[in-house]
């Protein structure tokens, strides 16, 4: 039986009115704004992101390959030279490795916190601002819980935790320069895109092609004129950079990575020849290429492939992909960092564009495969070590080295092990026991080296034990301490090897771990 038209209807409480329409109010405040939800999601995400790579650093788990490099050239730049690298040998001008003077923007923090965390910092920073756009857009086109969704996976995405826990790399810089550009391509704002999109041209010699795959897009979106010029000014910006620039500025007068790309037939460029045939069948061989597809676009539920803009995976999968170095083909490391914006923009456009097909039912069958997608790998990517008790604790075999590099002091020349390097690049000039490039024109003062480190690089650790025995039985340096597995030898007063008059001054106290 119906209620009756006349019988009373209960009301709740005016306390408990009025606590419902606070929490209605906070829910709009904090939820259904999207500046607040982007923004929000962008700080949670940023905290995440120092978190896991400061403390790395903090338990001494990162390397002189490559954030002592970076941060040698970094610590040139902010006083006013050349980003000149000892880790890559003597006089080594880093911009002939790779093209990326936009690293300068790091020089004026540099300056003011002369530490590696300031990298660690900004890269966290330039990662968890991406978020933004991206969450902007998604509120205009689907809503709240669909912006919250791809805020979420985006921020957790394996791509961008794999450079965050892998030290620092110059692409933290294209990641918000793609997903701005990205963004603001996707809702019809061409001239903002462009502006966005042409300082990849400074980040990374290889991103000039993705730059012009959004060129194109462009002029598919009616923007001829514009997208034509952006396509052109990506194609011969990275032409000019890998033909001309580089060379001119590399010790050997090439571009170092083509030595990266399979090699074999008849397609020539610079000092090199390539078979059409063999780099084609290379592309698509060994099956952890497919894995790596799959992966990038399993997050947003495939819905990337529906989007035209997906396209500009394909210069970076494409370098990748016809490589002859394996540690590109997977999903480790900091090379599928630049890929994680396309793909979720991608699905945003898809989602705007296709509203009439991805109706509420298949749209959420889509979120919820990527969701499953997400929440099913985190356990396999560094995100989960926001939640191991390891990441929080400090070893005893770190604060051994601590106390070891106290002993080190100001402006000395170190030859150390891997992850020792960047504990000192801050403040002394540091090169890597067995140096594969030219050795410095002197002998460094300080040798240290950890028999424990496990990254072997850049010889095997038996090879770094042996020279550092050697070392210390000719005569040419003296120990000065061993501990739990780390040697501390200094060049012998009486060598006629030593030059260096140190000044007489104290250990150096400063803090250099928790």
């Not at 539920?301 to 035209?308: D, V």
Request: with cysteine.
């Amino acid at each position: 039986m119906s209620r009756s038209l006349t019988q009373p209807v209960a009301t709740a409480p005016a306390g408990a009115v009025a606590a419902g329409d606070r929490w209605q109010q906070l829910w709009q405040r904090l939820w259904v704004r999207p500046r607040v939800q982007a923004w929000g999601l962008a700080a949670v995400f940023f905290a995440a992101y120092c978190a896991i790579s400061v403390r790395r650093h903090q338990r001494f788990e990162s390397t002189g390959y490559d954030l002592g490099i970076f941060e040698q050239a970094i610590r040139a730049y902010a006083h006013g030279h050349l980003p000149v690298t000892p880790l890559k040998g003597p006089g080594f001008d880093l911009l002939g490795d790779h093209f990326h003077p936009l690293l300068v923007v790091f020089a004026p923090f540099y300056r003011l916190f002369p530490t590696p965390l300031t990298l660690l910092v900004g890269q966290a920073a330039l990662t968890a601002v991406a978020v933004v756009p991206l969450v902007l857009w998604a509120h205009r086109v689907r809503g709240p819980w669909v912006s919250a969704w791809v805020g979420l996976s985006f921020g957790a995405s394996w791509g961008l935790a794999e450079m965050i826990h892998f030290d620092f790399h110059e692409v933290c810089l294209a990641v918000p320069l793609l997903a701005f550009a990205l963004a603001a391509a996707g809702q019809g704002r061409m001239r903002a895109a462009a502006l966005w999109g042409l300082p990849l041209l400074l980040v990374k010699e290889d991103l000039g092609l993705t730059l012009a795959v959004l060129g194109g897009y462009l002029v598919w979106r009616g923007a001829g004129r514009l997208g034509w010029s952006l396509a052109a000014a990506g194609v011969l910006g990275s032409a000019l950079e890998m033909l001309v620039i580089l060379p001119s500025v590399n010790a050997h007068g090439s571009f170092d990575y083509w030595n990266e790309i399979s090699s074999g037939g008849t397609v020539a460029v610079p000092g090199h020849h390539l078979s059409l045939v063999s780099t084609a069948l290379h592309f698509f061989w060994p099956p952890v290429k497919y894995w790596t597809v799959l992966m990038l676009l399993a997050p947003t539920g495939f819905l990337a492939l529906r989007s035209p803009l997906v396209l500009l995976l394909l210069p970076t999968l494409g370098w990748r992909f016809i490589s002859a170095n394996p540690s590109y083909f997977g999903t480790s490391e900091h090379y599928s960092a630049v890929l994680m914006p396309v793909v979720f923009a991608a699905a945003i456009e898809a989602m705007d564009r296709d509203r009439a097909v991805l109706d509420a039912r298949r749209l959420r069958r889509r979120m919820a495969l990527g969701v499953a997608v997400t929440v099913g790998t985190l356990p396999l990517h560094p995100l989960v070590e926001l939640v191991e008790p390891g990441t929080w604790t400090t070893p005893a075999h770190v604060r051994t080295a601590a106390r070891i590099l106290r002993l080190i002091p100001d402006g000395a020349t170190v030859a150390a092990t891997n992850r020792l390097v960047p504990q000192l690049t801050a403040r002394d000039t540091v090169t890597l026991i067995c140096q594969q490039t030219p050795p410095p024109p002197e002998p460094p003062q300080w040798v240290l080296a950890d028999d424990t480190d496990p990254t072997k690089f850049p010889c095997p650790m038996p090879q770094i034990t042996a020279e550092v025995a050697a070392d210390q039985s000719s005569g040419e340096y003296r120990l000065v301490t061993r501990q739990d597995g780390i040697t501390l030898l200094e060049l012998n007063p009486l060598s006629p090897l030593n030059r260096w008059t140190p000044e007489p001054a104290t250990p150096r106290h400063r803090q250099t771990t928790p």
